[in-house]
């Protein structure tokens, strides 16, 4: 069974910084789609970024020029680097992941529904003006 475990959540300061680690177990596709999503109380919950099989990544327009999201692949270990962090920001993020599923363009961006059929248990990011 796959599982995802992120870290690297915590409280911020306006203008910080902080690094998302995802730990990825037992996950064997070659080709898929990975992603952090976000949730802030009373929202929908919303993707912030995504890679796929061949290190191509999206982001959403909030996270374009201050977000990364990267893979190692040997450790498998997804990451969301987060830098120029705002109060609009703090949310609990989550990563996930498909099961071996993956389209080419910005499928991976704007899937059909439940395709990220993996997912972690989040990580609170708080960040204060």
């Known amino acids: 069974e796959v599982q995802l475990a992120e870290s690297g959540g915590g409280s911020v300061q306006a203008g910080g910084s902080l690094r998302l680690s995802c730990t990825i177990y037992r996950y064997t596709f070659t080709k898929f789609c990975m992603a952090w999503f976000r949730q802030a109380p009373g929202k929908e919950r919303e993707i912030v970024a995504t890679i796929d099989t061949y290190g191509d990544t999206n982001y959403a327009d909030f996270a374009k020029d201050r977000f990364t999201i990267s893979r190692d692949n040997a450790k498998n270990i997804l990451y969301l680097q987060m830098n120029s962090l705002k109060p609009e920001d703090s949310a609990k993020y989550y990563c996930?992941?498909?099961?071996?599923?993956w389209g080419s363009g910005d499928y991976c961006y704007s899937p059909p529904p439940d395709v990220y059929d993996n997912w972690g248990q989040g990580t609170q990011v708080t960040v204060s003006s």
């Open positions: 996930a992941a498909t099961s071996g599923v």
